[in-house]
């Protein structure tokens, strides 16, 4: 018994295995299952006479044939008499509706189905020329692709140095779903083109799945990090995908614009990967943006506008009629224009660096603009006064005072921020850490990343900045600055602006019991929330759309990273914001090119302008439109300027 039980469940076994590989063996079981059951019928009925018009007694073919033709067709039923005949083809037209038209519908549909979904999944691969690549789905990755499109004449402009064509962006995600489509379609709306976007399954940390995306014929290659894999799991995933993708062509490899969240693993995925990348170490970036924000108000706003490329933009252009001339005379050749400096051999020699600098062949300028075209020369180089070393030297020793800063919760960028802090050598600083995550753990990090302090004065505290009665232990009046910073170990962006939210509300009712509040910077993953900062003494930081900015950008000029290390990196340039009351502007009748040359004089190079708070006039004018007519400053105005090392710089030192 027990053998046949056995022979049974290996049958039943053989069965199964042999319907799971596909549909055509699906196909066969059924047809065989049709041929046995004919064949049975046949022979049951081949000796009743009159089986058929064409049938002859005692013929077993013509039998089994009579038997297959009412199996399949339903239509030879009345054609029958007798009980027999009629009993055998009843059952089998009832047989036949189960097997040959329910069984086999069934069959090809789930075939249909799974093809279907099989090419929604994305397995199926590409073959593409001069794509964007963008690999990795995460929550910024919409906004990567939005920030493309968007950019329809930088855009011509890259393909147009890679052969031309149209705008194509392949995203590779672990798992595609339509979820994706309905992301992207939501976030670009009547600029959503199916043709222009592909979706396709898959790890970057493999190579086949690298050539399923053509990776080897891409133009350019956008690898964003895991924000939320936990410390410095996303840069080794990174650093892998580097490793593989170097390996998944004999070809030339790609431009990749990799970010990196560890400015200390730069020098590593630099050497992951053969080809040319530009490395971005986005955590260190947004570090330094958080440390001037604290120190300079109003900086949120010039960060917005530069990098969200919907009004002023950065541009970099080869210039060859000025090649030759210092570089501090020709920044008055460009009325439609603010220049920066000159990007050459991955970096940016701003224009008040040296008083010598010449632009070189093959230079190209960086500006702030609303459009390329706009970065023409209109006029000739003027020669310009700049500060003598004495005037530098005494301004580079004045001293700034003391600020108090508290910093709540703890996020991978805080190394980096504590660091930025420390090379302030011309102000003294005390930090305050209030995080949920335990104080030796904190100090063993900082440690690892080579964090030390000799200037700053860093306390950590443990408690939670979304609990009451935790928050209620800190005096929030001796604080210049609040930073709140956005928790990177909840494992999305959706629950880490949440809890910030969370933060921030019970923050705000403690400071309502503050006479003078203490300017407080928010770092937000989501602009949704905007509305909930509007507090005059409040600043936000979407770090993923400033992030996301800087991929995109620098994959369709990877010039713009050299420049944006310079004015976001650290040890770099610095925009700050110069009172015009205190410089005795206010009420005046100066253009911005007569305060364009006087802040030259000072090694300034003039932005724009940042209007009071009560101006009907929008706040931020950078890159004023005429730059010949009076901007009738007023009290509470300031100019927006960017100062060079140069000029902040005395002994390495950073203010």
């Known amino acids: 018994m027990k053998l046949l039980v056995r022979l049974r469940n290996l049958l039943q076994f053989q069965l199964e295995q042999f319907m799971l590989r596909g549909v055509l063996s699906r196909l066969l079981v059924i047809a065989c299952a049709m041929v046995l059951i004919a064949v049975s019928a046949g022979l049951l009925v081949y000796n009743v006479p009159h089986i058929g018009e064409a049938g002859e007694e005692g013929d077993p073919g013509s039998a089994i044939w009579w038997a297959f033709l009412r199996l399949t067709d339903s239509g030879y039923l009345g054609d029958d008499e007798g009980t027999l005949l009629r009993t055998v083809s009843t059952t089998l037209t009832i047989l036949g509706v189960v097997l040959f038209v329910g069984a086999l519908i069934a069959t090809m549909t789930q075939w249909l189905d799974d093809t279907i979904e099989t090419l929604e999944a994305g397995y199926t691969p590409i073959a593409k020329n001069n794509h964007i690549l963008i690999l990795g789905w995460s929550s910024r990755t919409a906004g990567m692709v939005e920030n493309l499109v968007q950019s329809q004449a930088r855009v011509k402009r890259f393909l147009d140095r890679h052969g ?25 709306g009547r600029r959503y083109d199916a043709r222009r976007i592909t979706l396709r399954s898959g790890t970057p940390l493999r190579a086949d799945h690298l050539r399923r995306v053509d990776f080897e014929h891409a133009a350019a290659v956008i690898l964003a990090g895991r924000e939320f894999d936990g410390d410095g ?10 490793i593989n993708a170097t390996g998944s062509s004999e070809d030339k490899l790609p431009l990749v614009v990799a970010e990196v969240f560890d400015a200390n693993h730069l020098a590593t995925a630099a050497r992951a990967y053969a080809g040319e990348a530009e490395l971005i170490g986005a955590g260190r970036i947004v570090a330094r943006l958080l440390a001037q924000n604290t120190r300079n108000r109003g900086l949120s706003w010039v960060y917005g506008e530069l990098l969200n490329g919907k009004d002023e933009q950065i541009f970099v252009r080869e210039c060859p009629s000025l090649v030759g001339e210092r570089l501090v005379d020709v920044a008055g050749c460009f009325d439609k224009a603010v220049l920066l400096g000159a990007a050459r051999d991955g970096a940016l020699i701003p224009v008040h660096r040296e008083d010598g600098e010449r632009v070189r062949d093959g230079d190209r300028l960086a500006f702030i603009a609303r459009a390329f075209d706009d970065c023409a020369p209109t006029g000739a180089p003027e020669t310009v006064i700049t500060a003598s070393p004495v005037e530098r030297s005494e301004r580079a020793a004045r001293s700034r005072g003391h600020r108090r800063v508290l910093v709540l919760g703890w996020n991978r960028k805080l190394p980096s921020l504590l660091a930025e802090f420390e090379v302030y050598r011309r102000e003294s600083v005390t930090i305050d850490v209030f995080s949920l995550r335990p104080i030796a753990e904190r100090e063993t990090l900082l440690a690892r990343q080579g964090v030390r302090f000799a ?12 609990s009451y009665h935790d928050l209620g232990r800190l005096s929030l009046a001796d604080y210049d600055n609040i930073i709140l910073l956005a928790s990177d170990w909840l494992g999305s962006a959706e629950a880490a602006d949440a809890r ?8 705000a009712q403690q400071l309502e019991k503050v006479d003078q509040p203490p300017f407080t910077l928010v770092e937000t993953m989501s602009a949704e929330n905007a509305a909930l900062f509007d507090a005059p003494h409040v600043e936000r930081l979407i770090s993923p759309a400033i992030q996301s900015s800087l991929l995109t950008q620098v994959a369709l000029r990877r010039e713009l990273h050299w420049v944006m290390e310079e004015l976001f990196g650290a040890g770099g340039a610095e925009v700050v914001f110069r009172d015009a009351s205190r410089l005795g502007l206010a009420g005046g009748d100066d253009s911005f ?27 931020l004018q950078l890159n004023v439109r005429d730059k ?15 100062a060079v090392p140069a000029a902040a710089l005395s002994a390495g030192e950073v203010g």
């Open 233 to 242: 799991a996303g840069d080794e995933a990174t650093i892998k995908t580097l």
């Open 455 to 466: 200037h700053a004065s860093v306390r950590q505290i443990e408690g939670d900045f979304t």
């Open 164 to 188: 031309g064509g149209r705008l194509h962006i392949v995203i590779l995600a672990e798992r595609v779903n339509t979820g994706m489509a309905q992301e992207l379609k939501d976030r670009l």
């Open 593 to 619: 090119e007569t305060l364009r040359r006087a802040r030259a004089g000072e090694d300034e190079i003039l932005l724009g302008v940042m209007r009071g708070p009560e101006t009907a006039q929008p706040r």
């Open 500 to 507: 910030m939210v969370m933060g921030y509300l019970v923050l």
């Open 628 to 642: 010949h007519v009076p901007l009738n400053l007023k009290a509470g105005d300031e100019l927006v300027v960017l």
